[in-house]
């Protein structure tokens, strides 16, 4: 009989940024890190006889909570890692749920009638998740082992293990991230002992703790932003009340609107001047947030991190490594930055320069 623990990946940016990354490779961001902790304490007394991983960068740094404590290689696989979602990849969900509902809703509450370009079939998830996750428990027979792997693929995994037809996947609930689920595998067949348990979790920093889209009640509104360039005429209301707020009218060399559902809420100006790192302090090529505005109302939410997620995802294309935005030192803007992991680079007068590592290559 083997024990394997499977375990979800920590917070990480397609979490936060409300992207889809399948195998796009996000990195551990927000709460990520405190949560990574809280598993290593959970994990600190029990006997683990081996560590496997997805080879993606936001598994692999999960893992480290039981590996390194227990002074374990980390084996990493491919065949565990989060189902290839294609085109899709690094979209955001808002984008997504707008342009294709069909697909979208297909991809939560019937997975094996989801299909993209490029993507993987979830039939293909569930093989290569049950070929591997025997393969594992067939080499350390009598053992404890911890696997760590991705949302998607872990449901998918469990709904082989208990017979669950792709129509009715919602019964098998999601995963927090760093969720752990205990299976018992003997005589050719794995048992589960318990599902997606996250009990390791505060309030406090448990994702879904301070998220609702995947929540039952949460069916028929979402909390994901979609972006469109910005239009004057169109935009014009919301312009108006960035140019009340900000003491400025809104321009920027690109310039974006988020749209929750049809209300416009929020604004993205880049500057595309690129400016090179040859500072020590600063490594890699900088790019510039000009202007990022969420609506008085919308505020104090989770939505401008997401204008920060759409910022990154756009410089990351242009292979920019540094991402830059001005704050006033203390200002709600300043907060958000330092929350998710920019670094104070440098001031003028009240005014702060913040910069952020995005190279993910």
């Known amino acids: 009989m083997t024990k394997i623990y499977l375990i979800r990946h920590a917070e990480a940016e397609g979490n936060i940024y409300r992207r889809a990354h399948g195998q796009f490779n996000g990195q551990i961001i927000g709460r990520g890190v405190l949560q990574i902790e809280q598993l290593r304490k959970r994990f600190e007394h029990e006997r683990i006889d081996a560590v496997y991983s997805s080879d993606l960068a936001r598994t692999c740094v999960t893992a480290a909570a039981i590996y390194e404590s227990h002074g374990l290689p980390l084996n990493k696989m491919e065949r565990l890692r989060e189902v290839n979602v294609g085109e899709w990849e690094d979209v955001a969900w808002g984008d997504l749920e707008y342009l294709d509902p069909v697909m979208s809703r297909y991809f939560g509450h019937d997975p094996a009638r989801w299909n993209v370009s490029g993507s ?6 569930r093989e290569r998740m049950t070929e591997c996750l025997t393969e594992i428990a067939q080499r350390h027979d009598g053992g404890c082992v911890a696997v760590f792997s991705h949302g998607f693929a872990i449901r998918a995994f469990i709904c082989a293990v208990l017979g669950v037809k792709s129509e ?16 018992h595998f003997g005589d050719g067949k794995f048992n589960v002992e318990f599902l997606s348990d996250n009990s390791h979790l505060s309030s406090e920093i448990s994702t879904f703790a301070n ?5 039952e009640e949460a069916e028929s509104m979402s909390e994901n932003l ?11 209301a919301l312009a108006e009340i960035f140019r009340l707020e900000m003491g400025g009218d ?4 690109r310039e974006y609107t988020a749209f929750l559902a049809d209300e416009a809420i929020g604004l993205l100006g880049l500057n595309e001047k690129k400016e090179s790192g040859e500072k020590k302090e600063s490594k890699g090529d900088a790019s510039w947030v000009e202007s990022l505005f969420i609506k008085p109302e919308y505020q104090q939410k989770s939505y401008g991190v997401q204008l920060v997620g759409h910022a990154i995802s756009l410089f990351r294309g242009q292979r920019r490594e540094r991402l830059r935005i001005r704050a006033v030192a203390d200002s709600p803007l300043f907060k958000l930055c330092r929350k998710y992991e920019f670094e104070v680079f440098g001031q003028e007068g009240s005014v702060c320069i913040l910069e952020k590592d995005i190279k993910n290559w």
């Open 250 to 253: 809104f321009s920027a060399d």
């Open 226 to 236: 979609r972006y469109m360039p910005f239009d004057g005429k169109r935009d014009a």
């Open 120 to 125: 993987e079939d979830y039939e293909a998830v």
């Open 168 to 183: 009715d996947v919602a019964e098998v609930p999601y995963c927090d991230n760093t969720a752990v689920t205990l299976f």
């Open 211 to 215: 998220q609702s889209w995947w929540r």
